[in-house]
């Protein structure tokens, strides 16, 4: 055993290699939980060192215990991507490299190579070119970054400074969200200072879809500064807001307009898909992510604003010692909430360059394909219903014949099968009256053979339950 770097990063690599090439075989849920793990693990701060070699070795047997198999291709419990090679290689470089981004001019080549990345997302995903993006951790983060820059404008608009005066005194903001919105949103309005209970909420229909009728009463009941909360993706049904209505809608209040599409908003690369976001580039900024759809390893989301100077105002942090700031730079670190931070650009850049304009579409298409055979294979059992209509690449069933409760049992035993059987991993979540099955295709590894090995599986649950 050895401190030796080169030998050290060789076995990090050989294991991480070992650990790809085992999760086609791998089962669907972690060998050991979380409680047992524990218990094992817990032990003393250690007085003395041990050489960084062996410590590797613990680490990574330790570990290989309790991983969930979300890089594998049978892993549908929530929409997750799979960590793709691509970007685990470039993510490992950044570490090497030991580059903190957080401003242009010390760490030019990240800083370049970020900037590329923002050009190519605006790209892709064809929102407006003048936007700039912050390169924050996930959705969440970036649902509270492009609030924050929502915040600046508005309350400017209005005559007040948030920035420098807070909130304590400010005209009123009304924040309009629809009643199907994920609870990051709601967790971002609550970090940023709006409250999460301190909405208006639009109601939606079966879909979660915000029904435009309603925001329009909505907003003509108010005045004042406003934010509109739209979605592109609902984390059930995978349903789009109807952009093309909300857009006029937002514009004609003097509304800032913000999307939450963690994952949806890549319906954007692919040309089949592409209508169901109809209108969205007409909003002020959107979150998505890059973990998710995109295939980059954790952590890594988007936060896209349009209005570069309410941006810049909300996150921008200046002092002595840092580097000077020009007029027209782009600075990172100006444009999330974080100082020193990872150059999450750069696998961004790899994943882009690897799987291209083509790959994301095929990749995006490809998913879709999957979740409605998914839906067609399940629905075709008796006692199974599917609820949401297959736009994307959510799949929401629900399982029994009797009343809820009785399809709420049902449905639950379903999913602790499947995830006791381990050919592949679903979860659960309240779905209007029901208890459904979740199912998320976003696996950059899933094959068309995985949907059928793991519709069976999921069939021979259900058939287990019923005892049939
Ligand atoms: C996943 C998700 C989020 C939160 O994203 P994180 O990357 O987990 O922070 C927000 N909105 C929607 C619709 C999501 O699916």
Avoid at 59 to 81: C, D, S, T
Avoid at 153 to 181: C, H, K, M, S, T
Avoid at 449 to 454: E, M
Wanted: proline share 5%.
């Amino acid at each position: 055993m050895t401190n030796d770097p080169r030998r050290l990063l060789s076995r990090a690599v050989e294991h991480a290699a070992r650990y790809r090439a085992s999760l086609r075989e791998h089962s669907g849920r972690p060998a050991r939980s979380y409680a047992e793990l524990r218990e094992r693990l817990m032990g003393p701060l250690p007085e003395q060192g041990t050489d960084a070699e062996s410590v590797l070795e613990m680490l990574v047997a330790h570990a290989e215990e309790g991983l969930m198999p979300i890089a594998g291709p049978r892993f549908f419990g929530w929409v997750m991507g799979a960590s793709h090679p691509a970007g685990v290689a470039a993510d490992w470089m950044v570490s090497a490299w030991g580059q903190n981004v957080g401003y242009h001019t010390p760490t030019p080549a990240m800083a370049a190579i970020e900037e590329v990345a923002e050009a190519w997302l605006l790209e892709i995903l064809d929102l407006p070119r003048e936007s700039r993006i912050g390169f924050a951790t996930g959705a969440t983060v970036a649902n509270a970054t492009c609030l924050a820059a929502a915040r600046t404008r508005v309350l400017r608009d209005a005559g007040w400074d948030p920035d420098a005066d807070g909130l304590f005194g400010a005209p009123p903001v009304e924040v309009l969200i629809g009643a199907d919105a994920h609870s990051s949103v709601l967790s971002s309005l609550q970090i940023i200072g709006f409250g999460h209970s301190r909405v208006t909420r639009v109601e939606t229909d079966g879909q979660g879809r915000m029904l435009a009728a309603a925001l329009e009463t909505a907003l003509g009941k108010g005045a004042g500064p406003r934010i509109v909360v739209a979605q592109a993706g609902q984390i059930n049904t995978g349903a789009f807001d109807p952009f093309a209505e909300i857009v006029p809608l937002t514009k004609a209040a003097g509304a800032w307009l913000h999307v939450d599409g963690a994952f949806g908003l890549w319906a954007r690369a692919a040309a089949s898909l592409r209508h169901l976001t109809a209108g969205v580039e007409g909003a002020d900024s959107w979150a998505t992510d890059g973990h998710k759809w995109l295939q980059v390893p954790y952590d890594c989301g988007f936060a896209i604003v349009r209005d570069r100077e309410a941006h810049q105002r909300s996150m921008t942090q200046w002092s002595s010692y840092l580097p000077t700031i020009g007029a027209d730079d782009r600075v990172p670190s100006a444009l999330v909430p974080e100082l020193s931070r990872r150059a999450r650009g750069t696998p961004v850049w790899a994943m882009l360059k690897t799987l291209g304009r083509d790959g994301v579409a095929k990749l995006v298409e490809r998913h879709c394909v999957y979740a409605r055979r998914m839906a067609e294979r399940l629905s075709a059992e008796p006692g199974v219903r599917v609820l949401n209509e297959l736009v994307l690449n959510q799949v929401a069933v629900n399982f029994g014949d009797g009343d809820a409760a009785a399809r709420k049992a049902a449905t639950e035993a379903v999913i602790a099968r499947v995830q006791a059987d381990g050919v592949c991993f679903v979860g659960g979540a309240a779905w209007r009256d029901d208890w459904i099955m979740r199912i998320s295709v976003s696996s950059g590894e899933t094959t068309e053979a995985d949907i059928d090995v793991s519709a069976d599986a999921i069939i021979a649950a259900w058939r287990t339950v019923r005892g049939v």
